[in-house]
């Protein structure tokens, strides 16, 4: 019987890890279904969602484990899928303690799911730090856009807000 199965790797960069990846689940009869993989500074994380035997399942681990990298695991339920539209949120700010936290509060105040996110902080001579992001998030049917926008304006006056379909 097959399983799906999330599967998280991190760990420092290696040539060719994810064709070693991808092989090691391909030679145990493994399907990748979905994967993000990122890079920042020499250090990799990725999550890659696999179908495979569920008699396979230790062996794979083990393979992954034997690249010296950090591996967990989680089998995956079927659930049911609810109805929800998607969303690129940008916002831009100048920089300020907690600022991701405070996003993230608004976010979850408001029933959002964050489907990916990319922070960043930039130097700026003429202002000091800059903090740039983009968010895909996920929202319920019943969705309220303005609610949103207006609920992040709160966290401050100089954020710039761009959410699009």
Known sequence: MNVQIMVTVSGSNQVDLVKELS???QGLDGKWLNSKISHIDDYFAGLIKIEIRSDYVD???NDFKALGINVEVAELEL???QQTAHFNLHIDAKD???LVSKISQVLGDNSIKVENMECHRLGAADIGAVFTSQFKIAVSENFNKEQLISSLQEIGT???I???A
């Open 59 to 61: 062996a794979l681990i």
């Open 23 to 25: 092989e090691k689940t």
């Open 96 to 98: 300020q303690p907690g």
């Open 158 to 160: 100089d954020l710039v």
């Open 79 to 81: 659930v049911s899928q």
């Open 162 to 164: 761009d959410l699009r």
